[in-house]
Nanobody, 122 residues
Framework: VQLVESGGGLVQPGGSLRLSCVAS????????MDWFRQAPGKQRELVAS??????TNYADSVQGRFTISRDNANTVFLQMNGLKPDDTAVYYC??????????????????WGQGTQVTVSS
């Protein structure tokens, strides 16, 4: 299963960006999709997650500013409002679920996107 992110860029403090992540492949089901981020010199951290049933979870640092959502297909979005310089990082999409590998055989997948840069600066 492949994940491809888009929507990153340069934005001024207080601005907004919307990230998208499309999952493709022989997907049977997606259990959860998440957004992580990694700033220079820091560990990768979970930003937001959404389950198949629509339950969401956010890091304290983005609660109330970021919103994760997904469509009825295999796309997850991250709406980021009120961006701060501390939000500058490479944002990665992550997904897990089941993929069809051959007739009547499924296996779990755990996939990452290539990342998209978000820079918040004046």
């Amino acid at each position: 299963v492949q994940l491809v992110e888009s929507g990153g860029g340069l934005v001024q403090p207080g601005g907004s960006l919307r990230l998208s992540c499309v999952a493709s492949g022989n997907i049977r089901s997606i259990e959860a999709m998440d957004w992580f981020r990694q700033a220079p010199g820091k560990q990768r951290e979970l930003v937001a997650s959404i389950t198949r049933t629509g339950s969401t979870n956010y890091a304290d640092s983005v609660q109330g500013r970021f919103t994760i959502s997904r469509d009825n297909a295999n796309t997850v979005f991250l709406q980021m409002n009120g961006l701060k310089p501390d939000d500058t990082a490479v944002y990665y999409c992550h997904g897990e679920g089941l993929e069809r590998v051959r007739a009547f055989v499924d296996r779990q997948f755990n996939s990452w996107g290539q990342g998209t840069q978000v820079t918040v600066s004046s």
